[in-house]
């Protein structure tokens, strides 16, 4: 028997999840990673984690950065990597992913096609990781999360979310049509 | 009847579509439009797109994660 004709692995591992599965699973884990660890969903927040470890990896010290400078920050930095929930969330997603791509034969290394495009993709990083830290949150923490615990800063931050897509969506036709 | 070919491969979202949708408007009724993505997402979002437009859509797997979406413009 062919496994790619077979009518489970093609609605479970081939074809996209329908958008109402998709948001039905992502509130269940959301509610559970809140009941379970205390704090909502975040994602971008463990990022900055990961770039002060790397940066004492090499001999950086960031004790006295303000942004690392409460007393919980201090705890999780101290305690490292491997007790970091989040950080357990954020490899559970590359590597879900991945596993998904490849349960799909979908999985492909993509060549990059022009220089702008690396600088657009480096350009972005950038100012969607500051803007993520002064915002004290991404799409997910500080949307996603904001909204489904009932806080109206979750909204303000959609609105600008909004203004900010429809900018950069314009600047986008102008620059890579 | 023409046929073209638009290379989107390495291309992420939004580009295929637009691309596309620009393509499109160039063409003669009957001219068909192969889109080539590799992007999973283009995949979903083009032939929503031209299907709502009201054209006839195929869409051929040619590889692992790359695929040709094959526009028949219809009006």
């Known amino acids: 028997m062919d496994i790619r004709k077979n009518e489970f692995y093609k609605s479970w591992f081939k074809d996209a999840w329908p958008y109402v599965t998709g948001a039905v699973l992502l509130s ?3 509610i559970i990673t809140f009941a379970t660890t205390g704090n909502p969903w975040g994602v971008s927040g463990t990022l900055a984690y990961w770039g002060a470890w790397i940066f004492e990896l090499v001999g950086g010290s960031v004790d006295t950065w303000y942004y690392f400078s409460s007393e919980g920050a201090q705890r999780t930095l101290d305690a490292g990597f491997l007790q970091h929930g989040g950080t357990m969330q954020n490899l559970g997603i590359i590597i879900g992913a991945l596993f998904a791509s490849l349960a799909a034969c979908q999985f492909k290394i993509k060549k990059l096609k022009t220089v702008r495009q690396v600088v657009a993709a480096v350009l972005g990083g950038l100012l969607m990781g500051y803007g ?3 915002g004290f949150g991404c799409n997910i923490g500080a949307l996603y999360s904001g909204i489904s615990s009932l806080s109206l800063s979750g909204w303000v931050f959609g609105i600008f979310l909004f203004a900010g897509a429809y900018v ?3 600047l986008l036709v102008k620059f890579f049509m | 009847m023409a046929e073209v070919e638009l290379d989107c491969m390495g291309e992420a979202c939004p580009v295929p579509l637009i691309k596309a ?3 499109l ?6 001219d068909i439009l192969i889109v ?3 992007h999973s997402c283009a995949m979903k979002n083009v032939p929503e797109w031209a299907r709502k437009e009201g054209h006839n859509v195929e869409l051929d797997e040619v590889d692992d994660g790359e695929w040709e979406v094959v526009i028949e413009k219809m009006k």
């Open chain 1, 28 to 30: 269940a884990f959301q």
């Open chain 1, 132 to 134: 993520a830290r002064i």
């Open chain 1, 168 to 170: 950069g969506s314009k």
């Open chain 2, 21 to 23: 949708e620009k393509a």
């Open chain 2, 25 to 30: 408007e160039k063409m003669a009724i009957g």
């Open chain 2, 36 to 38: 080539q993505i590799d």
